[in-house]
Structures are given as C-alpha cells and as structure tokens.
C-alpha cells in the first residue's frame, strides 16, 4: 500500500499526559499537512511542511502542539499536556508539489480520546 | 481569509433520487481550487472532484456532476440515481495554499 499512513489509528490518554502521533507520506509527495476534526465538524488546518521547512502554523496550534519533519518525509505531531477539548481526529495528508492544483491525499487519521 | 459554507447539515434520499449538495465559498484570492471530498463512515476522507477558479465549466464525471458559478461563488455536487453505498458526509473545500473546509453535509440514501 503506497497510500497516506497515520499512527497509532486510535489513542486513549489521559488529561495531562503527552501523545505523539506519526504521518507517513506517499513517498515523493514533498508536502505534508496536518488537519484537526472534531464530531460534526470539518477538518481544520493545523500546519503544513515542504519538506523539511515548517511554512504555517495556525493560530489553532497552541504552544502545547508540536510538529516536525526532520528528513522531510515523515513527519510527527506532539501534544503536551493533553486536555479533553484535545479529543478529535488528526489528520495527515500529502501533496506532490506546492502548486495548488494537486489534491491532498489524507490519511486514515488518528483519533485521540483524553479522559 | 477563505471560508466555505455548507447550509445543509443533513439530506435524507431514496435510492434513484437525485441528490444535489450546496456549497458557497469565499475567498479575495483570484487562483484557487475548489474541492468535494467524501467521508464515508470509515472516516477517511476520499477525494471526489476538482475545479480550478478559472475553468467554469461543468461537467459530469459517471454518476458525479458539479455546477460552478463564480459569480454567486458557488460550486454545488450532483449525485445522480443515488445508491445506499453514497451515504457518508460530503465535504466542499477551497484550496489556495491549503485546504479550508466547510462544515459538512451529511447524506443518507435510504434502500
């Protein structure tokens, strides 16, 4: 399978502890983003990378998230100190090129439970 | 700022019918894409169809057909002859560096 791959696919933590999540991209895709949904809602953008180059952040990424792409291909997401309003799913996805006309290719995401 | 908007949060069909799902967008930029995805309940998001802000014309793709309108910034999804196998939630998204998504609609085809 040469698709978007996301681990660990489901994770139950609890308040306060860390978690970090994996993105492995289709292989020559050189951007990666990351995207939050939670019940009802749609996917929202977190962060995106070209390559190893982290280029936005949104404003939804507290100082408790983190993420990197250090040999620019995979890349991981971390939240430190985990509260409940943490719980959706987070989503990768990988693109071929900066151009705007490439569709994102998502992964199966990972949902994350904190009690 | 980019924004989509999905006023219908749920449709309800059944099989055969026709089914058209809105979006409206926005957006100040002039080179743009605009996107359906689809999340069935498995929940991973499936790439349905795309167009460019410059080409408005509409086509049909098997079962798919889209309707895109700049000038009412519109960019409504027809399924035709729905099938219980097209029930899932149905996204419209506008991507300029990257993707913003509207809130869903959630459509269930009944047999």
């Known amino acids: 399978d040469t698709g978007v791959s996301q681990d660990p696919r489901h994770k139950i933590t609890k308040r306060g502890q860390n978690v970090t999540f994996r993105c492995d991209p289709i292989s020559e895709h050189n951007r990666l983003y990351w995207y939050r949904q939670t019940l009802g809602q749609g996917p929202e953008f977190l962060t995106y990378?070209?390559?190893?180059?982290?280029?936005?952040k949104s404003r939804l990424l507290s100082d408790r998230f983190s993420a990197e792409r250090p040999k620019g291909s995979f890349s991981t997401l971390e939240i430190q100190r985990t509260e409940q309003g943490d719980s959706a799913m987070y989503l990768c996805a990988s693109s071929k090129s900066e151009s705007s006309n490439n569709e994102q290719f998502f992964g199966p995401g990972t949902r994350l439970t904190v009690l | 700022a980019q924004k989509v908007t999905q006023a219908q949060t749920e449709i309800s069909v059944v099989e055969k019918e026709d089914v058209t799902l809105d979006c409206v967008y926005e957006?100040?930029?002039?080179?743009?894409?605009l996107f359906w995805y689809k999340q069935p309940p498995s929940g991973e998001l499936v790439f349905l169809i795309r167009r460019n802000s410059f080409d408005e014309q509409n086509e049909i793709s098997g079962r798919y057909s889209w309707n895109f309108q700049k000038s009412t910034s519109s960019f409504n999804f027809t399924i035709t002859a729905s099938q219980v196998v097209d029930s899932a939630v149905y996204f419209c998204a506008i991507h300029t560096d990257k993707l913003i998504f509207g809130t869903g609609t959630r459509l269930q085809v009944f047999p």
């Open positions: 957006t100040r930029d002039t080179t743009y894409y």
């Open positions: 990378f070209q390559n190893e180059a982290q280029l936005e």
